[in-house]
């Protein structure tokens, strides 16, 4: 049985969909493994600078400043969240790609209709709903990405009146 040029472009949108869902997830993986390394190296570097300056003669009056150390990764953490957050809107649209009538009518036509194939980060969706997943200050304020960082610059501060 001979495969038409209708069923082989086909079934390559359906591989490249494929290897879409794959990147995907390991994106978001990848992007979860930098930000843990990112809340590791805070902490680290937070607890060296304020037992720096608390050991240090003259410099225990700055523990204040060791707040921005925190603040810094929290911008950093977010900006790589709002990437990953992108991936999670494609596998969400990918996901309801598969389970609705265009992929029903996709094998009708023998070629993939009403979605783009390889969009990965979303480039090319334009919409208010992805805007606000999306959202660089809504991420920001993710308990998984506040409390820590937020509790840091916290502590530097109280830290600081303390002395």
Request: net charge positive; aromatic share 14%.
């Amino acid at each position: 049985m001979s495969v038409g040029p209708e069923d082989a472009a086909l079934n390559y949108q359906l591989e490249m969909l494929k290897v879409e869902i794959e990147t995907i997830n390991s994106t978001i993986r990848q992007m979860d493994d930098i930000s843990k390394s990112l809340k590791e190296w805070t902490v680290t570097i937070w607890a060296a600078s304020v037992g720096g300056a608390l050991a240090t003669n003259g410099l225990s009056r700055y523990v204040w400043a060791t707040s921005a150390i925190p603040i810094l990764f929290w911008i950093v953490d977010s900006y790589h969240h709002v990437v990953q957050r992108r991936f999670i809107w494609r596998g969400l649209e990918v996901m309801d790609f598969l389970n609705d009538e265009r992929l029903t009518e996709s094998f009708r036509q023998k070629r993939i209709v009403g979605f783009a194939v390889f969009d990965v980060g979303a480039r090319r969706f334009r919409d208010p709903r992805f805007y606000k997943f999306t959202a660089w200050w809504r991420v920001a304020l993710f308990r998984t990405i506040s409390v820590l960082y937020l509790g840091l610059t916290l502590l530097s501060w109280a830290v600081w009146c303390m002395i």
